[in-house]
């Protein structure tokens, strides 16, 4: 059988050992490559590894890359199906094989003596030569290779030669939801290893929390002596533990300690946190403290290189991540790059480091021929778990091993499990596929409901070992377009049961792949079999740009938490480890929205776990509705973030507004001109729709309840709404009476085909410079959920900038609000919109008092809520937004469109995962509510 189809591990490669660098030369591989893509194994030319092969005639390719990326073949998506005949370990003959060539020299200092060649990834298989000796070949895309080279290498032009295979057995064990993408897409390194230098080592530093003492042992071959200046340690035999005070790393406060691991012939620089994982009381520990995983999963991804992730972008997201109150990763679903980690350790992120494992395709043919169950597939299991555990053993940020990603279960992974056990019994062993626990220690589910959780919580599983496991989620809250909503609710149950150790929402990004002016997905590069925009289902954008669901986690899981309590503010440190030391508070009283007066809060010190009631400021008597806002910010700039940066906050109401105040003074209805005349307001007398107000034409509002379904709408109620014929309401006129000092328009609104809608009564009355608008809604027969439930209006496009007074500075949802403060904003129109990659309803504005749509004169109109309502403000109808595939669909026409509302519905997580909570249901019943309308300037 070729080595493409076996279904063993590679061949040729050293044994696994750690990520690390020394003071040995290494020689970056990195850089410009020759390459070419043939069509099939098979038309791949012999001879690529000769010294004498022309390659003169071959294209120049960037390594690390992923080709598909650059221009050959094309990107393909597929969540679960592969996308190729399931007959494994077959692939198909047409295999696309990319031919790679690089010419080196070696420094003029460079050693004689061992090397290695060290390939970081490449993906899915790759036969390697040097010099016209095959080195061998390497499976595992996510996974490193090294092979030994030191007596093949020569002074000046050494030609190595990698050809690498797009599909290969190998290929049935890499079924990770995301992009099908190929070719050696990590850094590619020449290691001089000096004899008698440091092939491997493993530093363990356990800290023990009931006596604050350290224990550092390492685990090597040398003959090797560790230094740690700070803690005065010199030449220190590293075979001989070592125990001495120190401080603990956590994620929270992520003490590293430099030092050094030496022979005579290599310096290795190693990075000590010191820090103990424990199982205990069926709690999840680390020094003794149990954790709540505030976590996110990450992808490699990058919208122009794919998984070619430079340090640069890690560091981005790791950044982005602190920000955001983020601190744990479970690094879905295979070994990140080193460097990430490194980050991890650095910044402070606990971390799930998993193995490059998925075979998630053979779930629809019911896990048939699944090869977690083959003894064919053993060697390659137990290959990739070894080479995830040794490369990354060191790091202090990882604290549990997981075997892969949904890939069923079997023999091949107890046997991983077995063996990262034994190898390693200072970590906990995650794998979500082992449903009964029989071979890991943590208790794992995705998408589980809140009720599942709370079940969970409360011990009710009947099966006894899972029951006293700690529990987690290893995904949750599905971030697909606009959402997840029912993040709170996750958040108290994992307050409130302390065997609910949080969890990792599903995912940290969109996995949009930039093409001209928009992001792609699946689909868009014309495959056969896609699963369209699910790969687009992330808390930041394709470019990093944090969604509103970002904003929204980090305020549900922000660490400090700032509440109005009988007697003043109530403080609570939520971070499992450290106290507020390190936090200013702050406060500014705003009336209406503008600062009157800000100061400094006084709080003492709260422990974790703890919290404190601190007395409100002395504030100044204020007029209208006034607000305290309570900040928590660094004192002084962390490594993540600079001074000021706030990490919690919270919002006292000091003065709330009273009933609304309308202008006195009724004015009635007259007829001029054919026209109704009321106030302000201009109607048209046949469909008593308002037509202009103060003299601006607009087009008045009418019920609507429809908005551009969501993805998460798409897998829960839209096919009833649509079914319902939401989306296309008639309005019936049924009387326009224009007696006296009301106009009062009586609608019914239903969809064609049905016999049930929606009495709609619409009462205007002239209140001095104000029209108000009192709406009645009365279901006739209608049932169910509505998307929304409010009014549309539209109004002249020059009307482009918007001020408000109510919940922002960005879009928010019944179940996603929590990031929404009262204040006030202003957007320009187009800043109102959130740049879903999947067009789809967004930016809806909470709790609204008042807004103001004006040009650039400040002439416009104004909408006064009784007491509130929501809005959203585009240039585009709901009807053309649910239309557009990508952004670049949506073109603004020359009207502003406004939707006025009462109520939403929920956002829920149903794209994967539970729907919208009960609470947040918008049922259809009566509803009134009022508005006013008048002219700004
Ligand atoms: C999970 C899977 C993830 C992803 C997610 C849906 O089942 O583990 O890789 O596919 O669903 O986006």
Same mark, same amino acid.
């Not at 410079?769 to 002249?796: F, K, N, Q, S, Y």
């Given at each position: ?32 490559? &020759? *390459?070419? +893509?043939?069509?099939?194994?098979? /038309?791949? $030319? %012999?001879?690529?590894?000769? !010294?004498?092969? @022309?390659?003169? =005639? ?44 690089? &010419? *080196?020299? +070696?420094?003029?200092?460079?050693? /004689?003596? $061992? %090397?290695?060649?060290?390939? !970081?990834?490449? @993906?899915?298989? =790759? ?67 000096? =004899? ?67 022979? =005579? ?673």
């Amino acid at each position: 059988m070729s080595y493409v189809e076996d279904p063993g591990p590679g061949h040729g490669s050293a044994p696994p050992r750690a990520a690390f660098t020394s003071d040995a030369p290494a020689l970056p591989l990195s850089g410009t490559w &020759r *390459f070419r +893509l043939f069509s099939a194994v098979a /038309a791949a $030319p %012999a001879g690529v590894e000769r !010294d004498d092969f @022309d390659d003169s =005639a071959w294209d120049e390719l960037p390594v690390p890359s992923m080709w598909q990326l650059h221009g050959y073949g094309t990107p393909a998506y597929t969540n679960v199906r592969y996308p190729f005949p399931v007959d494994p370990p077959h692939v198909p003959s047409d295999n696309p094989t990319g031919d790679h060539r690089r &010419r *080196f020299d +070696l420094p003029a200092s460079w050693p /004689a003596g $061992p %090397a290695v060649l060290r390939f !970081d990834g490449i @993906d899915s298989c =790759a036969r390697i030569w040097l010099n016209g000796v095959e080195l061998g070949v390497t499976k595992g895309s996510r996974l490193p290779a090294e092979f030994e080279v030191g007596p093949l290498l020569r002074p000046r032009d050494n030609v190595l030669a990698v050809r690498v295979h797009q599909w290969s057995a190998g290929s049935y064990l890499e079924d990770q939801d995301m992009w099908w993408l190929s070719g050696i897409f990590r850094d590619v390194t020449l290691l001089a290893r000096p =004899a008698g230098g440091i092939g491997d080592y493993w530093l363990r530093a356990d800290y023990d929390h009931t006596t604050g003492l350290g224990t550092v042992r390492v685990e090597t071959e040398a003959d090797a002596l560790l230094a740690i200046p700070e803690l005065g340690v010199s030449a220190h035999p590293a075979g001989l533990p070592l125990e001495l005070p120190v401080e603990p790393w956590s994620a929270e406060s992520p003490r590293l300690y430099d030092g050094s691991l030496s022979t =005579a012939a290599e310096r290795v620089p190693v990075r000590i946190g010191f820090r103990t994982v424990a199982i205990d009381d069926g709690l999840l520990k680390v020094n003794g403290r149990r954790l709540l995983l505030r976590g996110v999963n990450r992808h490699e991804h990058h919208p122009r290189t794919g998984r070619a992730v430079p340090r640069d972008v890690a560091l981005a997201d790791v950044l982005l991540m602190k920000r955001h109150n983020v601190n744990a990763v479970r690094t879905s679903h295979y070994p990140p790059d080193p460097a990430f980690l490194e980050l991890c350790d650095e910044y402070g992120l606990w971390v799930i480091d998993e193995c490059d494992l998925e075979t998630h395709g053979f779930g629809p043919l019911e896990w048939e021929r699944n090869p977690s169950a083959d003894p064919a597939w053993e060697d390659a299991y137990l290959d990739r778990m070894r080479r995830t555990v040794e490369r990354d053993k060191n790091r202090p940020s990882v604290i549990l091993w997981s075997l892969g990603n949904e890939s069923h279960t079997g023999p091949n992974l107890e046997r991983m499990a077995e063996w990262t056990h034994h190898r390693d019994p200072t970590r906990p062993v995650h794998y979500e596929g082992d449903h009964d626990c029989s071979y890991v220690d943590v208790h794992s589910r995705m998408y589980a409901t809140h009720a599942e959780v709370e079940s969970i919580g409360l011990r009710e599983d009947v099966d006894p070992r899972r029951r006293d496991l700690p529990f987690l989620l290893c995904e949750y809250g599905h971030a697909m377009g606009n959402g997840p909503g029912g993040l709170l609710e996750y958040r108290e149950l994992f307050e409130r049961y302390p065997n609910c150790q949080g969890g990792f929402v599903w995912e940290w990004l969109d996995h949009g792949l930039l093409a001209g002016d928009h992001f792609a997905y699946g689909g868009d590069f014309g495959e056969a079999i896609h699963d369209g925009n699910f790969v687009i289902d992330g808390l930041v954008f394709p470019d990093r740009t944090p969604s509103p669901g970002l904003v929204e986690f980090a305020k549900v899981i922000e660490p400090v938490r700032i509440e109005a309590a009988p007697g003043g503010i109530r403080v609570s440190n939520h971070y499992d480890f450290v106290s507020t030391a390190h936090l200013t508070f702050t406060w500014v009283l705003e009336s209406e929205g503008i600062p009157v007066e800000e100061g400094i809060l006084d709080v003492p010190t709260v422990q974790s776990g703890q919290n404190a009631l601190v007395p409100l400021p002395r504030l100044p008597a204020t007029g209208g509705e006034s607000w305290l806002t309570v900040s928590a910010s660094l004192t002084s700039a962390s490594a993540w973030a600079p001074a000021g940066h706030v990490v919690g906050w919270g919002q006292l109401p000091v003065s709330r507004a009273v009933d609304v105040v309308w202008p006195v003074g009724r004015g009635p209805v007259f007829r001029t001109g054919g026209r109704l005349r009321l106030g302000v307001g201009e109607f048209d007398p046949v469909t008593g729709r308002l037509i202009a107000l103060g003299g601006h034409p607009v087009r008045g509002p009418r019920l609507d309840v429809w908005r551009a379904t969501t993805d998460n709408d798409r897998a829960e109620s839209a096919s009833e709404w649509w079914e319902a014929g939401l989306h296309r309401l008639q309005h019936r006129v049924i009387a326009v009476d224009a007696d006296g000092d009301d106009l009062v328009v009586r609608t019914r609104v239903a969809p064609p085909a049905q016999a049930s809608g929606l009495l709609t009564d619409y009462t205007w009355t002239a209140l001095g410079d104000r029209l108000r608008l009192r709406v009645e809604i009365t279901p006739d027969g209608l049932a169910g959920t509505l998307p929304r439930l409010g009014l549309t209006m539209a109004v002249p496009g020059a009307f482009g900038s918007a001020e408000w007074f109510g919940g922002g500075p960005g879009e928010a949802y019944p179940d996603s609000r929590q990031a929404a403060r009262i204040g006030r904003f202003s957007r320009g129109v187009d800043d109102l919109q959130t740049p879903y990659v999947f067009p789809q309803e967004n930016g809806n504005r909470v709790d609204v008092r008042w807004l103001r749509l004006t040009d650039a004169e400040g002439t416009g109109i104004r909408v006064d809520g009784d007491p509130a309502f929501d809005f959203t403000a585009r240039r585009w109808t709901s009807a053309a937004l649910e239309a557009a595939r990508h952004t670049t669909d949506l073109h603004a026409g020359d009207l502003v469109h406004l939707t006025l509302d009462v109520a939403q519905h929920g956002l829920g997580s149903a794209s994967c995962g539970p729907g919208v909570l009960p609470r947040y249901r918008l049922q259809v019943r009566k509803t009134e509510f009022t508005l006013g309308f008048g002219v700004a300037n």
